[in-house]
């Protein structure tokens, strides 16, 4: 792609309409595409299995995902080279790698067992509130993450649930990696029947018809776009199947006037990995007016210090941008709204250098003063799959709590809603942050904004984000259901129907 970027397009629009290519060392591997029996036979294996694996005791499913954490990091530079083969840039092809690393290990698995057992003991009864296994999962992660995203399939089948896997056509190696090299020995070494799981690569839109349409399948977890996201949703529930949406983000980060200015212009950073294509990056940020010009200058130069390279140096950071007329078009209304360019603003070839038919596009930083005005510039208040960062810079009232007050309601007014994070040193900003805002999945102080913080959810949101059951999404919860159990002692039913407290005295004739 870097090299020439027009036979590499060349060669995805051939293989897009079923051509072929003769291997060689511009092909990272192969695999079968999947049609509709095959699509049809996957649901039928995994329908047939679900019974068996949900009997399996919870502890034994719980191995798997210790197994597959230990298997992994013995296996994690293998790993991380088959995510920058697809293309990923090392410094994001780490951050993925730990991810899974991170939301697999020991302190996770406790986590995720307190949330699927709970247990009471009175002295008439025993009590639980477990959850159970939905049933057929079928899942299909996002082309820009596939191999990371895919991995939340581990807790699903640790859950009892079986899987119906979608590795996508564009990026199926990482995902295959995953479930054929570790995952299905791991299963096997446990005992799993034929059929827990199921890997196809096949159309999206293909894929998801047959989930919906199929009494097979129990729960789809869907990764994409908010306008599709929330469609499939609604056809989903139409169908009596439970949606799981992953969709968009448009996340916010606040400097606020005590935060450690060099470490949030860094957080700052993080909206560049992957050249802003990635939905976990804070895609804008709001700094507090008296420290917006330092805050700025510093971003500016850590900013320009980011420059493209091939995904397999040290430093990279930046992806090839392949469509970039949502990027100038934003960049244009942005400028004649108001807002200054601060860094960027161009595309780049390889060097760095200026290049209208360059693969990157320089990481470009925006200054848009005013919350109101902001409220009104879409590069601020929609997704964006590019590197801009628009910072936001409010009138000062005079008046820190009213400020904070208006930083909160911006936050609040986000149609999205996956993370927000904050910098900041006063506890009382901190804990107004942590309790006033409920707009997303996942709040973070003082730390980075994309990095993964298990056992808490790496995944879920509020808004368009999630759709309208949104929330942060811990795959262990979200494809299973709550029950309750009550085993009793065995007394009189009659004196026992009055549960916990004693029967009624008796009232007078």
Not at 23 to 28: Q, T, W
Not at 200 to 215: E, G, K, N, Q, Y
Request: proline share 7%.
């Amino acid at each position: 792609m870097l090299d020439d970027v027009l036979t590499a397009v060349s060669m995805k629009r051939r293989l897009d309409k079923g051509g072929e290519l003769q291997p060689d060392d511009k092909v990272l591997s192969r695999c079968a595409m999947a049609g509709p029996d095959q699509l049809r036979a996957a649901a039928e294996a995994a329908h047939s299995a679900k019974p068996a694996w949900a009997a399996v005791p919870l502890e034994r499913r719980l191995e798997l995902i210790g197994r597959f954490h230990r298997e992994l990091d013995r296996r994690i530079d293998e790993f991380t080279a088959l995510l920058i083969a697809e293309g990923h840039p090392r410094r994001f092809a780490d951050i993925e790698a730990m991810s899974i690393l991170d939301s697999t290990g020991p302190e996770a698995v406790d986590f995720y067992r307190r949330q699927l057992v709970q247990e009471i003991e009175t002295p008439q009864r025993r009590l639980a509130m477990v959850r159970k296994p939905d049933g057929v999962v079928g899942l299909t992660p996002p082309q820009n993450a596939a191999t990371t995203n895919s991995a939340v399939g581990v807790p699903v089948l640790a859950a009892g649930n079986t899987l119906v896997l979608r590795a996508p056509q564009g990026c199926p190696t990482g995902t295959h990696f995953l479930y054929r090299e570790l995952v299905a020995p791991l299963l096997d070494e446990l005992g799993a029947p034929p059929g827990t799981l199921n890997i196809v690569t096949a159309p999206t839109a293909l894929t998801l018809r047959h989930w919906i349409d199929s009494p097979l399948v129990d729960d789809i977890f869907y990764f994409g776009d908010s306008t599709r996201g929330i469609a499939i949703g609604q056809e989903c529930v139409a169908a009596g199947t439970k949606p799981i949406l992953e969709l968009a983000g448009n996340d916010g980060l606040v400097v606020w006037r005590d935060a450690d200015l060099t470490h949030a212009a860094r957080a700052l950073t993080e909206s560049f990995i992957g050249s802003g294509q990635v939905c976990l990056v804070p895609k804008f940020g709001i700094v507090h007016p008296a420290v917006a010009d330092e805050l700025l200058e510093r971003l500016r130069a850590e900013v320009e210090r980011i420059r493209p390279s091939r995904p397999e140096d040290e430093t990279a950071w930046l992806s090839p941008v392949m469509k970039s007329d949502n990027y100038f078009e934003f960049l244009r209304e942005a400028v004649e709204s108001g807002a200054q360019v601060l860094t960027g603003g161009h595309r780049c070839d390889l060097d760095g250098d200026p290049d209208e038919a360059g693969s990157f596009i320089a990481p470009t930083v925006l200054r848009v003063d005013g919350l109101e005005h902001a409220d009104g510039v879409r590069a601020v208040r929609e997704e964006t799959f590019f590197p801009m960062l628009p910072v936001v810079v409010p009138e000062d009232p005079g008046d820190d709590e009213k400020l904070f007050s208006s930083v909160l309601d911006f936050l609040g007014a986000n149609r999205y809603g996956l993370r927000n994070s904050l910098w900041a040193r006063d506890p009382h900003i901190i804990d107004r942050f942590c309790s006033e805002l409920s707009v997303g999945g996942l709040l973070k102080v003082n730390d980075s904004h994309i990095g993964t913080v298990a056992p808490l959810p790496a995944h879920g949101g509020t808004g368009l984000s999630g759709g309208p059951f949104g929330e942060s999404n811990l795959p262990v919860v979200s494809t299973t259901h709550l029950q309750g159990i009550s085993v009793a002692n065995g007394d009189d039913p009659r004196e026992s129907a009055y549960g916990l407290r004693q029967r009624p005295a008796t009232r007078p004739a």
